[in-house]
């Protein structure tokens, strides 16, 4: 089957978070067509390929973010020009997934098979870190290494940035804005802002560094003329594995005298170990890659415990934009970065 015509056909079913439902239903056809029996749970869709030996997850998402606007191309129409294939979910991570299908059927389908099973999964709402791999997992057997189908130029992500989310909360007292007076709680905000700012981020990772954290949304005030008695901000710490999330939340509510609520620590940061199996399989099926860590999210986190890397044909920096896109020569890449990787991977089990 042609890569580049998988595609297509992929891309110009829309399958924006939470609407998975057609392009499930023609994966599980084509997994028919392939003569791999596919398992269903919900708009998730998987198929064990083998018999014996170690089983190795493949994990890639059907879902997309909305097309947005700012597109010179139909975002569904998978037009093809100058060696790139537009559109929604080309590159993120459609085109992964594609690859990891022929890769698949490219070993299990055509001549000796591996010693080693291998669990093909496409799952969906990953953009939203939902009811997807994380709620599939439970009914899988557990793997024993994973590869999470993502757009890294076919590099293996072997560490990849946890999420906190906290929502702070300066209290003030209103008055008179000609009068003067009251407690501004937009200053006191102001003052946490500068002293997070001023955080001293102590652990590097080797493959992450440190933290990072940004003051992503602020409100405060109801008219110009009112001294404001309180202000909201919402602050997004991405963390690495050389900190628990807890630790992270106690250093923020020592530096600041707003209220801190946790709206959200359950994506925590992950590694596997250079000297992993999957690692070097990867590493050897692409000398020319380079093994790195990720500041993005994906599944990955839902895999803790298990090896895994994140790779995959494509560039993130794509992803989300207007006129999203792969070439087509980063996807043919990708199937066979993908055999290789199975086979060097079941060869050394």
């Not at 083998?50 to 037009?79: E, M, Y």
């Not at 990891?100 to 080693?116: D, K, S, T, Y």
């Not at 560490?159 to 009251?182: D, F, M, P, Y």
């Amino acid at each position: 089957m042609n890569p580049v015509e998988l595609l297509r056909e992929l891309v110009r079913i829309a399958s924006p978070t939470g609407q998975e439902e057609a392009l499930v239903n023609r994966l599980q056809t084509l997994f028919g067509e392939m003569g791999w029996q596919a398992r269903r749970q919900g708009r998730n869709l998987w198929t064990i390929l083998g018999d014996q030996g170690p089983l190795l997850l493949f994990n890639s998402h059907t879902d997309t973010v909305p097309a947005g606007n700012g597109w010179s191309k139909d975002p569904l129409a998978a037009q093809l020009q100058d060696g790139r294939l537009y559109g929604r979910g080309a590159n993120d991570a459609k085109g992964c997934l594609t690859a990891m299908i022929l890769a698949a059927q490219r070993v299990f389908n055509a001549g000796p098979r591996p010693r080693g099973r291998l669990c093909l999964a496409a799952t969906c709402e990953e953009e939203i870190n939902g009811q997807g791999l994380q709620t599939l997992l439970p009914d899988l057997p557990r793997p024993d290494a994973a590869v999470v189908g993502e757009p890294t130029g076919l590099s293996p992500a072997i560490a990849q940035k946890g999420l906190i989310v906290l929502e702070l909360t300066s209290r003030g007292r209103a008055a008179h804005a000609a009068w003067g007076g009251g407690s501004n709680a937009v200053e006191t905000a102001a003052r946490d802002i500068l002293s997070l700012g001023a955080l001293n981020w102590e652990r590097d990772h080797p493959f992450l560094g440190r933290p990072s954290l940004n003051v992503t949304q602020i409100q405060g005030g109801l008219c110009h003329n009112m001294i404001p008695d309180s202000c909201r901000m919402v602050i997004d710490i991405r963390t690495t594995p050389s900190y628990r999330p807890e630790e992270i939340v106690s250093l923020v509510r020592g530096r600041v005298k707003s209220e801190v609520t946790v709206r959200s620590q359950r994506l925590e940061a992950v590694s596997t170990d250079p000297a992993e199996p999957i690692v070097r399989a990867s590493l050897a099926a692409r000398p020319q890659s380079q093994a790195f860590g990720s500041p993005t999210l994906s599944d990955w986190v839902f895999l803790k415990g298990i090896p895994a890397i994140k790779a995959g044909p494509g560039d993130s920096r794509r992803s989300h934009t207007p006129d999203e896109y792969i070439a087509v020569a980063e996807l043919e890449e990708g199937v066979d970065f993908y055999e290789e990787l199975m086979r060097r991977y079941f060869a050394a089990a």
